[in-house]
């Protein structure tokens, strides 16, 4: 099959991460529309270009109002609100079915095999390809991660799937292609990182954007350490454990990603002012924003006091996971926690993370800085009563937050909500930051019975925050240890697949999700009523660990490929 024009060299493709990398005498030369497969192969630049697009394919939620998909709004962490997100709350309810998975997931599958097609185009087409030996080799292994990215996508969503490292004819009505097993893909996804590290750069020597060594490596120690998981691995063979932490504790050693300091603030990890943690990241301009230039972060998690749309708000659930400054739970005995005064001398990682009743945030409208006031009258008062900016009786109710907390993580604090230029979020996308793999490695070693080597690397992400140690050993350590990733990685689209790959989905997903009522009374007195429910819908079934495949892939493939356990139909 020849391609006679390859229509998706953009503008637009170039500008992922901020690259773009076509020269003012290669646009003279000839329209970005028209050139035909023979130039794009063997011209290092329109090849580059190629490249450039296809890292397209690895999405991040802070796109247009149909693409936001922060996946902790599929978990005891958050709750998602307004019609948009009917989908998210199909799969909290339990209601998936064959066809409606991808609704939910953004049409997973098929963004997946589009840019795994673009790939297997790559490798096909620069066979003897004249380019520069070391171009094409950097650019080969940028290729083989993108690929490796996608089946962990692929893998995470859906279990085995086919494994496809060739093209196949634009328009072909049939596919006949069957499943590999999980198994499978987890070892083709090492491979290719394998593959990926002899030929990428590193930190030091690539643009920012591109992968790189240390980028593959955390690819391959999360991808080790899911199929180590329960999940993945019924019988617990100790062997993959072994793996997972070899692997992690390699991306733990890499140089030139400290795990920050005491002191240092973990919020601005998020809001783009430091880098020292992230290994790969999706970055953002003024030129290539969130959304296209209006529909960013700030718009979906600020309050309707702040401008915003409230769209995913933290859960009580999650809000009780943050111990106190003592390394108590507040559910605890001896946490000092008073139920009406719930937000002081919390894990510091709280109040950079969540907004809740009181917390100081800069005006995005009015300039300056001001409380945030979830708070209401008591009921029955006279009708005129102030209430509280960010409440359901604030401005636009209807964006205002149901549980009575809203996200900070991620926000650009005082730009304002829907606005592009000066005022457009920035804040980075991250796939990868080193902590992520202190907290695998620590798995790992609990898995394997070596408790004090878990506590150690546990310690080390609590210390740089001021937390006290943690102490415990066998069961306790595990439960431990999932509080720390909890809460060390909220909003970063992890507890989703963790609440999956450990199999506590019913333990997470099978209660209420329940927020907080604040009530200010003429005296300003404020009372926090924590039996309120933000979403008494939710519904746990085990087919639920895993998507189902889409229905109208296994018609095309003449039924070769199976459908995960309880979609079989609709």
Excluded at 185 to 202: Q, Y
Aim: with cysteine; net charge negative.
């Amino acid at each position: 099959m020849k391609i006679k024009k390859l229509l998706y060299i953009s503008l637009a493709a170039l500008v992922w991460m901020g690259i773009a990398s076509c020269s003012d005498d290669i646009l003279d030369q000839k329209p970005l529309d028209s050139f035909s497969e023979v130039d794009v192969f063997v011209d290092k630049a329109l090849l580059t270009d190629f490249v450039n697009g296809t890292y397209r394919g690895i999405r991040h939620p802070f796109a247009e109002e149909n693409t936001f998909l922060l996946l902790d709004a599929m978990t005891d962490n958050a709750y998602s609100q307004h019609g948009g997100q009917q989908a998210l709350r199909n799969y909290t309810q339990g209601l998936m079915t064959r066809d409606n998975g991808e609704s939910a997931n953004l049409g997973t599958w098929n963004n997946a095999y589009t840019y795994i097609r673009r790939v297997n185009l790559f490798f096909e087409k620069t066979v003897n390809s004249p380019v520069e030996a070391a171009a094409l080799t950097q650019l080969s292994g940028e290729m083989q991660f993108v690929r490796a990215y996608l089946y962990l996508e692929l893998l995470s969503w859906y279990g085995g799937v086919p494994i496809i490292t060739t093209t196949f004819d634009l328009g072909q009505a049939d596919y006949d292609v069957a499943r590999n097993s999980a198994e499978e893909v987890g070892a083709f996804i090492v491979s290719e990182c394998d593959a990926a590290v002899e030929k990428l750069g590193d930190v030091t020597t690539t643009p920012v954007g591109r992968a790189t060594k240390e980028a593959a490596l955390a690819l391959k120690a999360r991808t080790l350490l899911y199929m180590a998981s329960p999940l993945y691995n019924p019988n617990n063979e100790q062997s993959r454990w072994t793996a997972a932490r070899d692997a992690n504790r390699v991306v733990m050693d890499l140089p030139g990603f400290p795990i920050i300091t005491e002191g240092d603030q973990y919020g601005e990890i998020f809001n783009g002012r430091s880098n020292a943690e992230i290994i790969f990241a999706r970055r953002f301009t003024v030129n290539n924003p969130h959304g296209g230039g209006s529909w960013g972060v700030n718009l979906w998690l600020y309050s309707n006091g702040l401008g915003g749309w409230s769209n995913i708000t933290p859960t009580q659930n999650l809000v009780d996971s943050y111990e106190m400054t003592n390394g108590v739970l507040p559910a605890e005995t001896g946490s000092g926690y008073d139920p009406q005064n719930p937000y002081v001398n919390r894990d510091p990682r709280f109040a950079e993370s969540i907004l809740y009743n009181g917390a100081v945030i800069a005006d995005p409208i009015n300039g300056g800085t001001r409380e945030m006031q979830f708070w209401t009258a008591p009921e029955g008062s006279p009708e005129g009563t102030l209430q509280g900016k960010d409440s359901p009786q604030g401005p636009s109710g209807p964006n205002a937050s149901r549980t009575g907390y809203n996200f900070r993580k991620f926000l650009d604090e005082g730009k304002k909500a829907d606005a592009g230029g000066a005022d457009e979020n920035l804040s980075p996308w991250i796939y990868f930051r080193i902590t992520e793999f202190y907290l695998n490695y620590a798995e790992a070693q609990i898995a394997l019975n070596n408790d004090g080597e878990a506590r150690t690397a546990i310690n080390a992400v609590r210390h740089r925050v001021g937390m006290p140690d943690v102490n415990e050993s066998g069961d306790a350590l595990l439960e431990r240890y999932r509080n720390e990733r909890r809460v060390e990685l909220a909003l970063e689209n992890h507890r989703f697949f963790d609440i999956r790959r450990w199999k506590i989905g019913p333990d997470a997903l099978d209660k209420p999700a329940m927020g907080v009522k604040v009530t200010k009374d003429a005296g300003g007195d404020i009372t926090y009523d924590y039996s309120w429910v933000s979403d008494a819908t939710r519904n746990w079934e085990d087919k639920m660990y895993f998507f189902p495949i889409p229905y109208s892939e296994i018609q095309r493939s003449h039924d070769m490929l199976s459908q995960n356990p309880g979609y079989e139909t609709n």
